[in-house]
């Protein structure tokens, strides 16, 4: 087991919100998405982050990036390599994103572009950010594409983005995000738009690759299968804030938070008996954060007391790197 | 004896693309040779990956895709044989809740006119009032509330859609429901909630069911029959203790240890394990075994001569060298 001490890490998260102007008339004025959390990720350690939709997963990714919408703000802290990804310039964040920071999206087709072979947008990003030449460029390309495993790559690096089957897609956006060599690589569902065994394929590439380059990972998805075989450590996140936080062998063996064990119990696995009726979460998953006094998952927890409804639980340390959210559970000291 | 709710017999599906010989359209055979029996309370898991051919098939089965080949049966009625009249009072009892619920409802009908309109094909000349009474009654069965009647499909949640889906499917007293990705797009959370609901319909309502998923640990869940696709064809077909207990087909099996599984243990002995390779295309599809390029068992026979589901024996599987059964 990993304990990961702040000081240590590529990245601090202190504090992040993130919050959106809603359209007048909708009678809301602002949505809050992440509601003030905080986190770190250790040189090399893979960090999965799981929520249902609406928990704000994705946008802590797109905030690191500086890619929310335009109605959308961050705020807080996010302490990378020594610069606060948050209050940087655009010009200074384009020297951190594409060199020590990259980002793999969850659709590969929509994050290439249609109208330029593959090779050259892979080669783009040397050009800009390290000044190679257009041949060396196109020779890191191939190299990458070839370590990626795309048969061929010397050929396919000269093909564009739909001659590419989606799990080849995916692979190259792999390809594109480490060519770089980033230090800190953030995923965004990459696989939950591939089919069983190229979603294998991907994640035994990218666990692969984590090792071989010592890059570190947030890995930000809904499936806790994915989680349970890529991830060192989980943060669990319902409405915007971090229910509980462990290393993936502590919440899968003995998830403490009421919200983590009832989708660790929700989750279809082959070992439960066929024909069972299966355990279920009643209610709807909140969609975005605040507003209300008290702990999001309260309205639909089965252990609710009075005191969840008032009072907002903080984080607290319940055990050897892990925090749990909860009144129910007593911290440890 | 009253023949079964729904047959497929050796049905064959394509579609028509350009440029076969002569210009002339020919037939892209998407499903192929599927043969299955299904009788009320039975629910048939059809498994696959994208292009397998699962979703076509679930469409053909309802008649909305015709067979290029073979029978779809209702009843022991071949559909092909079936007027337009018959037809619709036939859809009364075989029908469809789709992948995306929110998608397949009409935005601009209120709940209870979405789900009361089949009644108006299947049961013509009954009152309004009537109408939106068995739609309430229909929504309860789904667990809805009757405010949920005057709602339209932007103010649900994707579960609450998918009920409503369900409702509409179940108010013209259907025997047989073909559920298409019923969950995929739903939060685990969710997804849960709406298998125990299609388990206690089934039950309750004495559906059979046709469950068709990429998840094979849903379908676990739910089928008391599984049936594997791969590249249009079945490739194994058993009964589903006997199938998730010891698959036969290598490619079931690689199916079953490519669905990740929330326990660390396991799964970090599958890292590496993935299979190497894709599916091969549809368009070209190999002259042996669909899976010969992709199988760690493959040996020359396989790249040469397809293996034919043998229906010898309680564990049909279309493979030169299975596992025992």
């Known amino acids: ?333 | 004896m009253t023949p079964p709710l729904l047959q497929a017999r050796g049905l064959h599906v394509g579609y028509p693309i350009p440029g076969g010989l002569l210009g002339r359209p020919h037939l892209l055979p998407v499903v192929q040779d599927i043969t299955f029996t299904l009788q009320a309370g039975q629910v048939l898991g059809i498994v696959g990956e994208s292009g397998c051919g699962k979703s076509t098939l679930g469409r053909a089965l309802l008649g909305l895709i015709p067979a290029s080949a073979g029978q779809v049966l209702w009843q022991g009625q071949d559909l092909a044989t079936m007027n337009a009249a018959a037809l619709r009072r036939g859809r009364a009892a075989v029908q469809i809740i789709f992948q995306d619920p929110v998608a397949a409802l009409d935005p601009r009908m209120t709940v209870a006119r979405s789900v009361s309109r089949p009644l108006a094909t299947f049961e013509p000349g009954l009152s309004r009032a009537a109408q939106h009474d068995r739609a309430v009654q229909a929504l309860r069965l789904v667990g809805l509330a009757p405010e949920f009647a005057a709602r339209y499909p932007h103010e649900l949640s994707g579960g609450q859609a998918q009920r409503v889906g369900i409702a509409r499917a179940i108010i013209g007293g259907p025997g047989v429901i073909v559920c298409d990705e019923p969950v995929s797009a739903l939060d685990v959370s969710i997804q849960a909630q709406v298998v125990n609901l299609l388990m206690d319909l089934r039950d309750r309502l004495g559906l059979a069911l046709v469950f068709i998923s990429h998840n094979l640990a849903v379908v676990r869940q739910i089928s008391s029959d599984v049936m594997v696709m791969c590249l249009g064809r079945a490739v194994e077909t058993a009964p589903a203790p006997a199938f998730y207990a010891a698959p036969r087909h290598p490619y079931s099996r690689a199916l079953m240890s490519a669905v990740p599984e929330p326990d660390p243990v396991t799964e970090r002995a599958r890292l590496g394990t993935s299979l190497p390779g894709e599916m091969p295309s549809i368009l070209h599809p190999p002259p042996g075994c669909v899976f010969a390029t992709r199988c760690p068992r493959a040996q020359p026979l396989c790249h040469d001569m397809r293996p034919h589901l043998t229906a010898d024996g309680p564990r049909p599987v279309a493979c030169h060298f299975p596992e025992p059964s």
């Open chain 1, 1 to 333: 087991m990993r304990l990961i001490p702040m000081t240590d890490s590529l990245l601090s998260v202190r504090d992040l919100s993130v919050r959106f102007t809603l359209p007048q008339g909708t009678g809301m004025g602002v949505g809050v998405a992440v509601d003030g959390i905080s986190f770190g990720v250790a040189p090399g350690e893979v960090l999965g982050i799981v929520g249902e939709s609406g928990s704000g997963k994705s946008q802590i990714l797109f905030a690191l990036m500086g890619l929310l919408a335009s109605n959308g703000r961050a705020t807080g802290q996010a302490l990378f390599d020594g610069q606060d990804l948050l209050a940087l310039s655009a010009p200074a964040l384009d020297r951190v994103r594409g060199v020590t920071l990259s980002m793999i999206f969850q659709d590969p087709m929509t994050s290439l572009n249609p109208y330029q072979r593959v090779g050259d947008q892979l080669a783009e990003g040397l050009r800009a950010h390290q000044g190679l030449s257009r041949g060396a460029a196109r020779d890191a390309a191939v190299a990458m594409l070839d370590r990626v495993r795309i048969p061929d790559a010397a050929t396919r690096a000269r093909h564009y983005p739909h001659q590419f089957s989606g799990g080849m897609r995916q692979r190259v956006m792999i390809a594109m995000a480490l060519l770089v060599r980033p230090k800190l690589l953030l995923a965004d569902e990459p696989t939950t738009a591939l089919d069983v065994t190229v979603q294998a394929q991907v994640i035994d590439l990218m666990a692969e690759l984590a090792a071989e380059s010592g890059a570190a990972t947030i890995f930000v998805t809904h499936d806790l299968g994915v989680v349970a075989r890529l991830c060192d450590r989980v943060i669990v996140l319902y409405g915007g804030r971090i229910m509980e936080e462990a290393p993936a062998t502590t919440l899968f063996a003995a998830p403490r938070h009421p919200y983590a064990q009832g989708l660790l119990a929700a989750t279809p696995r082959m070992a439960t008996p066929p024909g069972a009726r299966m355990t279920t979460i009643p209610g709807t998953p909140r969609s975005g954060a605040g507003g209300t006094a008290g702990c999001p998952f309260a309205p639909r927890c089965a252990a609710v007391h009075d005191r969840c409804r008032d009072e907002t639980p903080s984080l607290r340390v319940s055990g050897p790197g892990s925090r749990v959210a909860c009144h129910l559970v007593e911290g440890a000291p």
